[in-house]
């Protein structure tokens, strides 16, 4: 048997400016932006490279849902976005304006930053360290 989860949903306030800041300003690809009805759109995106995982942006529709824009993990690490060279998108993070939570630290597992996204929710930022 072969499982894997296939994508995540991330509650956004709007759907274009979600679609902005992840392409533009962590360089993601618009794989599906499909029309269900005046009010929802089917709307997922990828870093580059990925195969196995993808993020389906969710407008939010309720009060119960717009409070959670954000705060999808309760104010602690989200999700974990790994690269093949840190330091190259790392500077490219910096110079589009993404917010740095927490400074790039060299760790046991590799080099990690802890970046923002547009609505609040914390990212772990990694390249993992080559195992040997």
């Known amino acids: ?9 991330i509650l956004v306030r709007e759907y274009d400016e979600a679609i ?3 392409t533009k300003k962590l360089g993601f690809l618009l794989i599906e932006d499909t029309k269900l009805s ?3 759109r089917w709307v997922i995106i990828a870093p580059p490279g990925a ?3 993808r993020l389906l942006l969710a407008k939010a529709t309720s009060e119960d849902q717009v409070k959670c824009i954000g705060r999808q993990a ?8 790994f690269t093949d060279d840190f330091w190259r ?3 490219k993070m910096i110079k589009n ?8 630290q060299l760790r046991e597992y590799g080099h990690v930053a802890v970046f923002e996204d547009l609505y609040g929710n914390l990212w772990d930022f990694i390249e993992p360290k080559e195992k040997s």
């Open 97 to 104: 304006g993404v917010r740095i939570i927490r400074e790039p």
């Open 74 to 81: 309760g104010g602690r690490v989200f999700l974990f976005l």
């Open 51 to 53: 195969t196995e995982s």
């Open 89 to 91: 998108d790392y500077e």
């Open 1 to 9: 048997m072969k499982q894997r989860i296939a994508q995540v949903t």
């Open 20 to 22: 902005q800041f992840y």
């Open 38 to 40: 005046e009010e929802k």
